[in-house]
């Protein structure tokens, strides 16, 4: 009887992860609900997409009798009317030129200006930040008469400079806000041994603050590139010649010459935005990434 008091009680079986989950606690009230906007956000924003990109796919005559079906059968030629129109590619082309050029702009000003108001200490820095910051105020959309007296007296009319120039002007204000936290959050013990081996300031924004940077310009530039893809307002000011259109002009000429023709305005439509959208999905982890460490700063 002592031997067998002696033992050790055996060792409790572990809970079976089916067990466990079993004792869960139900989902609460306000984590469905969490779900059910969710979705319903995600439904509403991709929906509308989805049916416009399919329903290139259909007839004019499928639209009218069934406006939310499937295509049966799928009709590929307005999708290859649209690729193998000249027009189209030109409008790429503008759209391209357009907005690397204003990405670029905006980048190289934006962090120019970022820096100064990031890493030195001078009177009124707080002051010209908030010029930046109520910057955000006055859409583009407001300025435009004098926006548009100003560009025909430097002759840009017409031209692709006339419409990178003042949306790199318009997007300093968001840029230096996503831009001047990020900076501010670079150790000041770097740039003090930057300058103890013989850097200057110059040579440490361009060989050390630059590189450190690059989430924050890629963010900057994914954002810039999207909405000057988007663009709409601009071009229509200050484009005049259809071989210098950019595609949202593009879509709005089609739509008008081929006003009966449903079915094809929406496959150029769904075509035109699908190398933005495509390309801000690729680089969504990098505009999240950078958006924290700005926000961490």
């Given at each position: 009887?002592?031997?067998?008091?002696?033992?050790?009680?055996?060792?409790?079986?572990?809970?079976?992860?089916?067990?466990?989950?079993?004792?869960?606690?139900?989902?609460?009230?306000?984590?469905?609900?969490?779900?059910?906007?969710?979705?319903a956000v995600i439904a509403v924003t991709i929906v509308p997409v989805l049916y416009v990109i399919t329903s290139g796919f259909r007839t004019n005559g499928q639209i009218a009798s069934a406006p939310t079906a499937l295509p049966d059968p799928w009709v590929l030629s307005n999708y290859g009317r649209v690729l193998s129109s000249g027009d189209f590619w030109q409008q790429v082309?503008?759209?391209?030129?357009?907005?690397?050029?204003?990405?670029?702009?905006?980048?190289?000003t934006g962090t120019m200006a970022a820096y100064p108001l990031a890493r030195y200490r001078f009177r009124g820095r707080e002051a010209l930040y908030l010029v930046f910051v109520l910057g955000l105020l006055f859409p583009i959309g407001v300025a435009i008469l004098p926006l548009y007296l100003q560009l025909r007296d430097l002759h840009l009319l017409g031209t692709h400079w006339g419409v990178?120039?003042?949306?790199?002007?318009?997007?300093?204000?968001?840029?230096?806000?996503?831009?001047?936290?990020?900076?501010?959050?670079?150790?000041?013990?770097?740039?003090?041994?930057?300058f103890v081996d013989g850097t200057t300031r110059v040579g440490f924004f361009f060989r050390i603050l630059l590189p450190?940077?690059?989430?924050?310009?890629?963010?900057?530039?994914?954002?810039?590139?999207?909405?000057?893809?988007?663009?709409?307002?601009?071009?229509?000011?200050?484009?005049?010649?259809?071989?210098?259109?950019?595609?949202?002009?593009?879509?709005?000429?089609?739509?008008?010459?081929?006003?009966?023709?449903?079915?094809?305005?929406?496959?150029?439509?769904?075509?035109?935005?699908?190398?933005?959208?495509?390309?801000?999905?690729?680089?969504?982890?990098?505009?999240?990434?950078?958006?924290?460490?700005?926000?961490?700063?």
């Open positions: 009887m002592t031997a067998l008091a002696d033992r050790p009680a055996p060792a409790t079986p572990p809970t079976p992860p089916a067990a466990a989950s079993s004792r869960r606690a139900p989902l609460r009230a306000s984590t469905i609900l969490q779900y059910v906007i969710v979705l082309l503008n759209s391209t030129l357009i907005a690397v050029g204003t990405t670029a702009g905006v980048i190289i990178i120039i003042p949306q790199v002007a318009f997007a300093l204000p968001i840029t230096v806000i996503i831009l001047r936290p990020f900076l501010k959050a670079i150790p000041r013990e770097l740039e003090e041994a930057a450190l940077a690059v989430p924050a310009m890629v963010t900057v530039g994914v954002l810039q590139f999207v909405a000057s893809w988007n663009a709409y307002l601009m071009p229509l000011l200050v484009l005049t010649s259809p071989d210098s259109y950019t595609l949202p002009l593009g879509v709005a000429r089609f739509s008008s010459q081929y006003s009966s023709d449903t079915a094809a305005i929406l496959a150029f439509t769904s075509v035109a935005m699908l190398p933005a959208l495509a390309f801000f999905t690729l680089m969504e982890k990098r505009i999240v990434g950078g958006l924290s460490g700005a926000v961490k700063g």
